[in-house]
Each structure stands twice: as C-alpha cells, then as structure tokens.
Antibody, heavy 119, light 110 residues
Framework: EVQLLQSGAELKKPGESLKISCKGS????????IGWVRQVPGKGLEWMGI????????RYRPSFQGQVTISADKSINTAYLQWSSLKASDTAMYYC????????????WGQGTLVTVSS | QSALTQPRSVSGSPGQSVTISCTGT?????????VSWYQHHPGKAPKLMIY???KRPSGVPDRFSGSKSGNTASLTISGLQPEDEADYYC??????????FGGGTKVTVL
C-alpha cells in the first residue's frame, strides 16, 4: 500500500528555520516524483514544486523559487520542504503528493503538516 | 484567488445527483486532458477519485464520474451517499511540472 507519512504540526516564530518531512513507503521511492502543495487557511491548494528523489532534479513554481527549498534523501525514502526564515504568511497546511510514474497525475497524498508561524 | 474556479458548496439529499464545476483557462483545463478530482475529509490525506478527466481509479465507486467541455471540467456524484460528504478539489496539469487546483467545494448530504 502506497503511503506518504508527513511529520507533525509545527509552531514557530517569524525568522526561525524549519524543515518538514514526507516519508514514502509501499513503492519505489526513487522512481516517482514527489511534490509539495500549500493550503493557506480558508483558501485553495497551491502547487509549490516537485522533486525526483532518484537524482534530486527539482522544479519550483516560480512564485515559490527562492522562498523554500525542496530536497530528498533517497536512503531513507524521505522528501523535505524547508524554510530558512519563516514569515507569518507561511502559516498553512502543507501536503506532499506523489506524481504517478509516466503520467501527469498526482495520485497519492500525505495527511498534511500544519505550520503555524506566530510571534 | 485559486487558479481554477469551483463553487464553494453544493448539497443534495441521499440518492440525488450533484455536479461540481471547475473552470480554468485555455492553458490548463482547456489544453490538457489531465484533469483530476480529489475527495478530502479534513485531517486525512486527499483521495484521488477521477483522473484524466473521466477515469476512475480502482476502488472508486462508479457513481463518481468526470467530464470536460472547453475550459470547464465537471465531477458528478450520482446516487449521493452520506459518506460522500467531504470537500472536493479539482486539479489540472498546467505544463512545466506544474499543477493548478480549484478552491474546493464542500459537498453536503442533507
């Protein structure tokens, strides 16, 4: 069974750094792209970017380029989303999601990680 | 403002049909036949219900169906069941390893 298990909720202060994780299981982690999706409270879903864990090829949506870093450690089947300096506007639920192999389709999702940035 | 436009809410009684629209542009929904729909119960992982406009993954009931005309895609739930109450999001591939989503529609079973 394909599963994407995300790390737990975070409460951080503005200016702090953060790295959240998404661990894949039940499939060959290195051969499927993993994307990240943001959901600001009360708003819809926004695509942030995607990484291919096999070679760490990463593609960012332009509006998120330079704002976050997407990475992966294929030795432990885990993808990451990180911030170097959080802002209050980063408060959101963040989902990881898998791109189906060979298709332009996002098929499996993690359960989400709530990030709250507040002083 | 979401890239794709969905109604905020729809409702129906058990057994009725409801349809959720999803309007994009000629660069996403209108260009690619890679529209998908997800069911989301808060606190859980979104679940794929329809992909490639009108295909159902294994295990998804056939009361869920999808279609597309021009820049607008639609999800129809026929024979509404209480367990269908959830948020539904549409999604379209938009090129260059980018996907766009709708703002979500809350389906209420009366």
């Amino acid at each position: 069974e394909v599963q994407l298990l995300q790390s737990g909720a975070e409460l951080k202060k503005p200016g702090e750094s953060l790295k959240i994780s998404c661990k894949g299981s039940g499939y060959s982690f290195t051969t499927y792209w993993i994307g990240w999706v943001r959901q600001v409270p009360g708003k819809g879903l926004e695509w942030m970017g995607i990484i291919y864990p096999g070679d760490s090829d990463t593609r960012y949506r332009p509006s998120f380029q330079g704002q976050v870093t997407i990475s992966a450690d294929k030795s432990i089947n885990t993808a990451y989303l990180q911030w170097s300096s959080l802002k209050a506007s980063d408060t959101a639920m963040y989902y990881c999601a898998r791109r189906d192999s060979g298709k332009w389709l996002v098929d499996y999702w993690g359960q989400g990680t709530l990030v709250t940035v507040s002083s | 403002q979401s890239a794709l436009t969905q109604p905020r809410s729809v409702s129906g009684s058990p057994g009725q049909s409801v349809t959720i629209s999803c309007t994009g542009t000629s660069s996403d929904v209108g260009y690619y036949d890679f529209v998908s729909w997800y069911q989301h119960h808060p606190g859980k992982a979104p679940k794929l219900m329809i992909y490639d406009v009108n295909k159902r993954p294994s295990g998804v009931p056939d009361r869920f169906s999808g279609s597309k005309s021009g820049n607008t895609a639609s999800l129809t739930i026929s024979g509404l069941q209480p367990e269908d109450e959830a948020d539904y999001y549409c999604c379209s591939f938009a090129g260059s390893y980018t996907w766009v989503f709708g703002g979500g529609t809350k389906v209420t079973v009366l």
